[in-house]
C-alpha cells in the first residue's frame, strides 16, 4: 500500500516541542507555500487553497522521541478526507453489488433457473479496478505537491 500512499522517516536533531515551534511558525509565515495544523506531536500540512485542486495530497507527521536522541518525524501523504470518503463509498458500492448478484445467481441456480445474476458478478471487479487506476492517476496528478510538502518540511526542519 506504499505505493498509494508515500512514507517515509526522518531523524532531526531537535526536540519535538522546537520542531513544533518550527512547523507552527513556518505555516503561520506570510509567504508560506503550505498551509497547516500543528499539535504538539502531530501535524497536518496542505498545499494552499489557492493551488488546491481535487487530487491534492496531504502530508501527515507524526512526531516521536528518536533513540539516539532528536525528533523522529514519520510522514505520510495522502489525499484529502474527501477523496478518501469517496473511495470508501465506491468499494462498499462494489461489495453490496457482489453481494446482491451473488445472493440473487445463488438463489436462481437452487430454484434450477438460468443464473444470469452471476454474470453481474464481474462488474464489481472492473469497478475496482478503475478505482485503482483513477488512484494511481490521481497520485501522479497530486506528485509535484507531493515534492513542494516535502521540500518545505526539509526546509523547515532544516535537512
Same mark, same amino acid.
Not at 103 to 116: A, I, K, T, V
Not at 122 to 135: G, K
Not at 140 to 156: I, K, S, V, Y
Given at each position: 500500500? !506504499?505505493?498509494? $500512499?508515500?512514507?517515509?522517516?526522518?531523524?532531526?536533531?531537535? &526536540?519535538? @516541542?522546537?520542531?513544533? =515551534?518550527?512547523?507552527? #511558525?513556518?505555516?503561520?509565515?506570510?509567504?508560506?507555500?503550505?498551509?497547516?495544523?500543528?499539535?504538539?506531536?502531530? !501535524?497536518?500540512? $496542505?498545499?494552499?487553497?489557492?493551488?488546491?485542486?481535487?487530487? &491534492?495530497? @496531504?502530508?501527515?507527521? =507524526?512526531?516521536?522521541? #528518536?533513540?539516539?536522541?532528536?525528533?523522529?518525524?514519520?510522514?505520510?501523504?495522502?489525499?484529502?478526507?474527501?477523496?478518501?470518503?469517496?473511495?470508501?463509498?465506491?468499494?462498499?458500492?462494489?461489495?453490496?453489488?457482489?453481494?446482491?448478484?451473488?445472493?440473487?445467481?445463488?438463489?436462481?441456480?437452487?430454484?434450477?433457473?438460468?443464473?444470469?445474476?452471476?454474470?453481474?458478478?464481474?462488474?464489481?471487479?472492473?469497478?475496482?479496478?478503475?478505482?485503482?487506476?483513477?488512484?494511481?492517476?490521481?497520485?501522479?496528478?497530486?506528485?509535484?505537491?507531493?515534492?513542494?510538502?516535502?521540500?518545505?518540511?526539509?526546509?523547515?526542519?532544516?535537512?
Amino acid at each position: 500500500m !506504499a505505493l498509494f $500512499r508515500p512514507r517515509f522517516r526522518l531523524v532531526v536533531p531537535l &526536540s519535538i @516541542e522546537d520542531l513544533s =515551534q518550527r512547523l507552527q #511558525a513556518a505555516v503561520e509565515a506570510p509567504s508560506a507555500p503550505a498551509a497547516g495544523k500543528v499539535l504538539r506531536d502531530f !501535524a497536518v500540512l $496542505r498545499v494552499l487553497p489557492g493551488a488546491q485542486h481535487f487530487w &491534492s495530497p @496531504e502530508l501527515t507527521l =507524526q512526531l516521536h522521541p #528518536a533513540e539516539e536522541g532528536g525528533t523522529l518525524i514519520r510522514g505520510l501523504f495522502g489525499p484529502r478526507a474527501a477523496v478518501w470518503t469517496g473511495f470508501a463509498c465506491f468499494h462498499i458500492f462494489g461489495i453490496f453489488i457482489s453481494l446482491m448478484a451473488l445472493l440473487f445467481g445463488l438463489s436462481q441456480w437452487s430454484l434450477g433457473m438460468e443464473p444470469f445474476g452471476l454474470w453481474l458478478l464481474p462488474i464489481p471487479l472492473i469497478l475496482t479496478i478503475s478505482a485503482f487506476v483513477t488512484a494511481l492517476v490521481g497520485q501522479r496528478l497530486g506528485e509535484d505537491q507531493m515534492r513542494e510538502l516535502r521540500l518545505f518540511l526539509d526546509e523547515t526542519v532544516g535537512s
